[in-house]
């Protein structure tokens, strides 16, 4: 039992000792292995146990004194040189709770004296040219040209050479600002850097030629490529050019190159097919309209014999030439087309379908509402959000039909989908309204046609005397006559002359709002400027004399119709008659 033997080969020791003295009455025993390599400050214990799992070795020495007395004797057998065996340094589990960690948190006087920041040190980075790249290219693509512009100027500054992608990605995104000057700039700035340009290049500096229809100077940057730097256009190339040439108007030039790209070996693709339909659509009128109409289709029948798929902008287009036209039941039919080419409208398509149907003048009125309920279930259906300008379309649409309620929801929704309305598009915009002739709510018509006129006023433009004498007759419809005194005085200020239907107007609205002295000025004021009243005015005036027993009025005025001979209608005869005028 305390019997120790030692090998000299390698380790420091092997000891035998008894289990405890509560484990011993059972004759068991337990073999306690300390290993030692020579040389090594910190020796390794293993304990092996016979049927218990294992424990540490510090546990045993607390226990047994016998233990304690043979593990020292082991110890002290070693050679003086040699580092003596001790206990190791591991700590129970439980005695982790009472090390003093307190060293980690206290500081120097180095790190007391340093200002404390929670902030990154910011240190000053070069970057690279391919860095510039992504990020420029990253920037053109989000439209932020102000940011990309000081990211170009800093990139130069810290010396780095702009290639010619990143002059390409700059000049892309100006282009789609459509600030020619800018890319026709750094297209320059480009050569002046002796920088070689490429397809991509040209093909954006000829796109931004389209902006401003500069025919001849895309013309000069197509030849330029072809014979100074020796590129072959490609299909972007042509349909850049082409592109141009509607732009300016020339029809023949962009049919010409059409032709050269084909005898030049290039496939026509959906770009260049949508672009020669651009240029036929565009040319429509009502006059030479079918003719460029049926050349638009050919074209789409041979887009679809190639195998080619016509996109929402081709639909678009050939719903544009027939609008122009005047050939709005031709093109109802491209719907069924698009849908067999599963070709899903935008709102660009939507809006151009309506302006077609009030343009059309030859389709009856049910036709149009029957096309436009079809084309709101359509988008309803596909849940595409109705952008201002198509809500602008649809009240033009709904005032050509009368409908005043529509009007009045759509005209709200173009309101808050916040849409800028130029002078002209207010003007037109008035003139569908005015055309609403019975109203259900008058003075909710007269506060719309009100917030209209404003809007004319605050761009600098004024209504027409026409539409100032349907504004004064809503005014009369809604019993408002003071706002047909400001009209009226409006209208005495930039007409020193009003007409006939201006006068007849304010007469008519005086008289809905009850101001007979008013109206007889205004009878007066005509009369004296050799107007004759027509019967409606006089059905009116003589009618309210009646109602409110103005007779001295109603003699006074019958003598004036006498004086201009004015002959009476039965049913004013008829009303005089009973008045004991004649």
């Given at each position: 039992m305390g019997r120790l033997l030692f090998s000299m080969t390698g380790f420091s020791g092997i000891g035998v000792c008894p289990r405890p003295s509560s484990l011993s009455q059972r004759g068991r025993c337990s073999v306690v292995v300390v290993l030692a390599k020579k040389k090594q400050s910190v020796p390794t214990k293993r304990v092996l146990t016979a049927k218990r799992p294992r424990k540490r070795l510090s546990k045993y020495y607390d226990e047994s004194a016998r233990n304690k007395e043979l593990i020292d004797k082991a110890f002290h057998l070693k050679e003086q040189n040699e580092p003596s065996i001790k206990e190791s340094p591991e700590k129970?589990?439980?005695?982790?709770?009472?090390?003093?960690?307190?060293?980690?948190?206290?500081?120097?006087?180095?790190?007391?004296?340093?200002?404390?920041?929670?902030k990154k040190p910011t240190r000053n980075v070069q970057l690279s040219l391919f860095e510039y790249t992504e990020k420029l290219m990253e920037v053109t693509q989000r439209g932020d040209m102000e940011y990309a512009r000081e990211l170009f100027e800093k990139m130069i500054a810290d010396g780095v050479a702009p290639s010619?992608?990143?002059?390409?990605?700059?000049?892309?995104?100006?282009?789609?600002?459509?600030?020619?000057?800018?890319?026709?700039?750094?297209?320059?700035?480009?050569?002046?850097?002796?920088?070689?340009?490429?397809?991509?290049?040209?093909?954006?500096?000829?796109?931004?030629?389209?902006?401003?229809?500069?025919?001849?100077?895309?013309?000069?940057?197509?030849?330029?490529?072809?014979?100074?730097?020796?590129?072959?256009?490609?299909?972007?190339?042509?349909?850049?050019?082409?592109?141009?040439?509607?732009?300016?108007?020339?029809?023949?030039?962009?049919?010409?190159?059409?032709?050269?790209?084909?005898?030049?070996?290039?496939?026509?693709?959906?770009?260049?097919?949508?672009?020669?339909?651009?240029?036929?659509?565009?040319?429509?009128?009502?006059?030479?309209?079918?003719?460029?109409?049926?050349?638009?289709?050919?074209?789409?029948?041979?887009?679809?014999?190639?195998?080619?798929?016509p996109n929402i902008r081709t639909y678009t287009l050939l719903m544009k030439a027939c609008s122009k036209a005047g050939l709005m039941q031709r093109g109802l039919s491209i719907l069924h087309q698009m849908t067999d080419d599963n070709v899903v409208p935008d709102d660009r398509f939507y809006v151009t379908v309506l302006s077609g149907l009030v343009r059309d003048r030859s389709l009856e009125k049910k036709e149009i509402s029957n096309a436009t309920n079809a084309l709101l279930s359509e988008a309803k259906k596909l849940k595409t959000t109705l952008t201002g300008e198509m809500h602008y379309q649809l009240i033009r649409v709904f005032a050509m039909l009368g409908e005043y309620e529509k009007v009045q929801e759509h005209y709200e929704r173009m309101k808050d989908c916040q849409l800028q309305l130029n002078l002209e598009e207010c003007e037109m915009l008035l003139c569908f309204v005015l055309m609403l002739k019975r109203p259900s709510n008058k003075r909710e018509y007269l506060r719309l046609l009100l917030d209209i006129t404003s809007e004319i006023e605050k761009k600098g433009g004024t209504p027409t005397a026409s539409q100032y004498g349907l504004l004064i007759r809503a005014c009369g419809q809604a019993e408002d006559a003071a706002t047909a005194k400001v009209f009226w005085d409006k209208v005495k200020k930039k007409h020193k002359k009003p007409s006939q239907f201006l006068h007849q107007a304010m007469v008519l609205s005086c008289m809905n709002g009850s101001n007979l002295e008013l109206a007889l000025q205004l009878l007066d004021e005509m009369i004296s400027a050799g107007m004759t009243p027509e019967m409606k005015v006089l059905h009116l005036l003589f009618g309210y004399c009646k109602k409110h027993m103005e007779t001295e009025v109603a003699e006074k005025l019958f003598e004036k119709m006498k004086a201009l001979n004015v002959k009476l209608d039965q049913k004013l005869s008829s009303r005089l008659k009973g008045m004991n005028l004649e």
């Open positions: 129970d589990a439980d005695a982790d709770e009472d090390e003093d960690f307190s060293w980690m948190w206290k500081l120097t006087e180095k790190d007391s004296s340093d200002s404390f920041s929670l010619t992608v990143v002059y390409d990605h700059m000049m892309t995104g100006y282009l789609r600002q459509g600030d020619a000057e800018s890319v026709f700039a750094l297209f320059d700035e480009m050569f002046s850097r002796g920088l070689v340009p490429t397809h991509y290049t040209y093909n954006i500096a000829i796109s931004a030629c389209a902006i401003n229809a500069e025919l001849d100077r895309a013309e000069a940057m197509f030849q330029e490529m072809r014979h100074l730097y020796k590129l072959r256009p490609d299909i972007q190339t042509y349909s850049a050019l082409i592109h141009v040439c509607v732009k300016a108007g020339d029809l023949g030039e962009a049919e010409r190159l059409v032709h050269q790209a084909a005898e030049s070996g290039l496939r026509w693709d959906v770009v260049i097919f949508t672009t020669i339909i651009a240029a036929y659509a565009y040319k429509c009128n009502k006059k030479n309209g079918e003719a460029y109409v049926n050349k638009c289709f050919e074209l789409k029948e041979t887009m679809k014999k190639q195998r080619i798929q």
